[in-house]
C-alpha cells in the first residue's frame, strides 16, 4: 500500500473568481492527450521526495525550484527536468505522482487521459521498469475509482539515446505491454530524427502498440514527413513547424492526423514568443485536427484548463472553437468507438447547455 503525501488538487490551485468563459473552459469534459508525468512533479512533492528517499536536490526551497524554471529552448528545460526526476524511486512515489496529477486534471473537467513515461529515464538510474511502471498503474486505478477518470500508458523513447536502447527498453517492458496502449518519442529532437527510431517503432506497431512522436516542436518539417512515412504515427505531439509547408499541412489535413498541441509549452520552451502570437486559431482554420494539453504543468505554469485559458485570452477563442478542441481530444484518443461516443454525448449536452 502506497503512502500518498499529496491528495488533492495542488498547492497553486487556489479560489479565484470564475469568469462564465472559466465556468464553461473547466466544465468543458475533455481528454489530456500530450503529458509527461515526470513533468507534472511539482516542487513541494520533489522535497517530500527527496526528503523520503534521502535524495540530495540543489535547491533550498520550493521558491528557489520554481525561480530556475526560465528557459531559452527545449534542452535547457530536460536538463532540469531530468535532474528533478531523481527523487522518484519506488513504486509509491510514481503512485503519489501519478494520483497528484489525476487529481489536479480531474479538477480540471478531464475525463480520460493518456500519460506519457520515460523508463530509461528511471532504469538509467537503477530504477526496476516495475516499480515505475506499477506505481503509475496503481496510481491509474486510484483515479478511476475516485473521480471515474480513465487513462492510458505511453512508453516513450528518449531519442538522444540510440536504438539499441529503444530496443532493449521496449524489451524490459514486454510483461507490461498489455496494459501499455503506445510508444511515444520525446527529449532533445535536434539532430535525433525519427527516423533513427523507425525499425523500433516498427517492432512496438507488429506487437499491437500504437504509435505517438514529438516532432516539429524545434525540429524541422522534415521531421514531420518522417514521423509520418517512417514512424507511422497514429498522433503527432506539438507539429508547431508542420505550417512552414504548405504540402504538409494538406497530408496532415487530409488525414485527419490528431495534433497535441501545448501552448504554455510553446511560450516557456520559445516556440512562440508569447501567447498572443500562438498560432492555434490559423491550425484550426486550416483544417488541422488540434488538441489542447499541458505537456509538463509543474514546469511551464499551468495545468489543461490554463492552457484553455490562455489560448482564450491570448488568441480570443471562442466557446464553438474550445469545443472544437476538447471534441478533437476524444475523437483523437485511443479509446475504444463506443467510449468516444459517450464522451462526444456528454460534450454536446454540455454545449448545449451553457
Ligand atoms: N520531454 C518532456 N517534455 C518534452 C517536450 N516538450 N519535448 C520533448 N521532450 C519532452
Ligand atoms: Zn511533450
Not at 248 to 266: E, Q
Request: aromatic share 8%.
Amino acid at each position: 500500500m502506497a503512502f500518498i503525501l499529496f491528495d488533492g488538487a495542488s498547492p497553486r490551485a487556489y479560489p479565484r473568481a470564475m469568469t462564465d468563459l472559466d465556468t464553461f473552459i473547466v466544465g468543458l469534459p475533455k481528454a489530456e492527450l500530450h503529458l509527461h508525468i515526470e513533468g507534472s512533479l511539482e516542487p513541494e512533492l520533489m522535497f517530500a521526495l527527496a526528503r523520503r528517499n534521502g535524495v540530495a536536490i540543489p535547491y533550498g526551497s520550493v521558491d528557489e525550484v520554481r525561480r530556475a524554471y526560465a528557459f531559452g529552448n527545449l534542452q535547457d528545460f530536460l536538463d532540469i527536468y531530468y535532474a528533478g526526476a531523481a527523487v522518484l524511486r519506488t513504486a509509491a512515489d510514481f503512485q503519489d505522482l501519478a494520483t497528484a496529477y489525476f487529481d489536479r486534471a480531474a479538477a480540471d473537467g478531464v475525463v480520460h487521459a493518456e500519460i506519457m513515461f520515460d523508463p530509461q529515464t528511471h532504469t538509467a538510474r537503477g530504477v526496476p521498469i516495475g516499480e515505475v511502471v506499477d506505481g503509475l498503474l496503481a496510481g491509474m486505478t486510484v483515479a478511476e475509482a475516485r473521480h471515474g477518470l480513465t487513462s492510458g500508458l505511453i512508453l516513450s523513447f528518449l531519442r538522444h539515446l540510440s536504438e539499441g536502447e529503444a530496443f532493449a527498453t521496449l524489451a524490459e517492458a514486454e510483461p507490461w505491454l498489455d496494459r501499455i496502449v503506445a510508444v511515444g518519442l520525446d527529449s532533445s529532437e535536434l539532430g535525433h530524427p525519427p527516423e533513427k527510431f523507425a525499425r523500433v517503432f516498427a517492432a512496438a506497431a507488429a506487437k499491437g502498440l500504437r504509435c505517438v512522436a514529438h516532432a516539429g516542436e524545434e525540429g524541422p518539417p522534415a521531421y514531420v514527413w518522417e514521423a509520418l512515412d517512417l514512424l507511422h504515427v497514429d498522433r503527432l505531439d506539438h507539429g508547431n513547424r508542420a505550417l512552414e509547408d504548405d504540402a504538409l499541412v494538406d497530408r496532415l489535413r487530409d488525414s485527419a492526423m490528431t495534433l497535441t498541441v501545448c501552448p504554455l509549452s510553446n511560450v516557456k520552451l520559445c516556440v512562440v514568443p508569447e501567447i498572443a502570437a500562438h498560432p492555434i486559431d490559423r491550425m484550426l482554420e486550416l483544417g488541422l485536427k488540434v488538441t489542447i494539453n499541458s505537456d509538463d504543468p509543474a514546469y511551464f505554469g499551468g495545468y489543461v484548463a490554463d492552457n484553455y485559458r490562455a489560448v482564450a485570452g491570448g488568441r480570443g477563442l471562442d466557446k464553438a472553437q474550445l469545443a472544437t478542441l476538447a471534441r478533437n481530444s476524444f475523437t483523437g484518443s485511443f479509446l475504444l468507438a463506443e467510449a468516444v461516443a459517450a464522451h462526444l454525448a456528454r460534450l454536446d449536452s454540455f454545449v448545449a447547455a451553457n
